[in-house]
């Protein structure tokens, strides 16, 4: 199975600060790489897929990278809406799995 | 609008059986591959299954393989988790998760999760 490695797990930021967050697989996923945010009590949410691409109706400040092993997802100019959990999945082969989830508080 | 609708989660005993359904609207579910995906209680997402819009293809994590199986009503857009032999450990939040179409799965349609308590 592909492990994913998500850091930091939690972060302290304030508004208007740039956030990054990174995912580093165990194997080579090519760009086969998701993020994902999650609120309390709440469904997550897709934000990229393909480790670059922005789903519809997600703010342009999100944005991903990496290939291969390494990715970063980074939210500039964070907003009061942003704090929340953020995971990635690696979507290229079965077993799909998920990182551990990185939590980005209030500072 | 374009949703997935979990049921069926409850109370169940250790060693007991139950069903969890998904219901899809605003799109053809067997024109798409689905998911399960859960969330034990303050941990992370744990994918479950994949299944094919056409019902041939399906995978399972380790920790189900044998316990649960799913299964698919395409006359009633529905697709369906069976959990049987459950645990404590199967105590989570369940949720359908719709796979995006393109060349890697992820998921960009989620239901808001049924709730499954294992307890005696």
């Known amino acids: 199975d592909i492990q994913m490695t998500q850091s930091p797990s939690s972060i302290s930021a304030s508004v208007g600060d740039k956030v990054t967050i990174t995912c580093r697989a165990s194997?080579?996923?090519?760009?086969?790489l998701a993020w994902y945010q999650q609120k309390p009590g709440k469904a997550p949410e897709l934000l990229i897929y393909?480790?670059?691409n922005l789903e519809g109706g997600v703010p342009s400040r999100f944005s991903g990278s990496g290939s291969g092993t390494d990715f970063t997802l980074t939210i500039n100019s964070l907003q009061p809406e942003d704090f929340a959990l953020y995971y990635c999945?690696?979507?290229?082969?079965?077993?799909?799995?998920f990182g551990a989830g990185t939590k980005v508080e209030i500072k | 609008e374009v949703q997935v609708v979990e049921s069926g989660g409850g109370l169940v005993q250790p060693g007991g059986s139950l069903r969890l359904s998904c219901v899809g609207s605003?799109?053809?579910?067997?024109?798409?591959?689905m998911n399960w995906v859960r969330q034990a209680p303050g941990k992370g997402l744990e994918w479950l299954s994949y299944?094919?819009?056409?019902?041939?293809?399906?995978y399972l994590a380790d920790s189900v393989k044998g316990r649960f199986t799913v299964s698919r009503d395409n006359a009633k857009n529905s697709l369906y988790l069976q959990m049987n032999r459950v645990r404590a450990e199967d105590t989570a939040v369940y949720y359908c998760?719709?796979?995006?179409?393109?060349?890697?799965?992820?998921?960009?349609?989620w239901g808001k999760g049924t709730t499954v308590t294992v307890s005696s």
């Open positions: 998760g719709r796979d995006k179409r393109g060349p890697d799965d992820c998921m960009d349609v």
């Open positions: 605003g799109f053809t579910l067997s024109g798409y591959n």
């Open positions: 299944s094919r819009g056409s019902g041939s293809t399906l």
């Open positions: 194997q080579s996923i090519a760009s086969s």
């Open positions: 393909s480790a670059s």
């Open positions: 999945q690696q979507g290229g082969s079965f077993p799909l799995t």
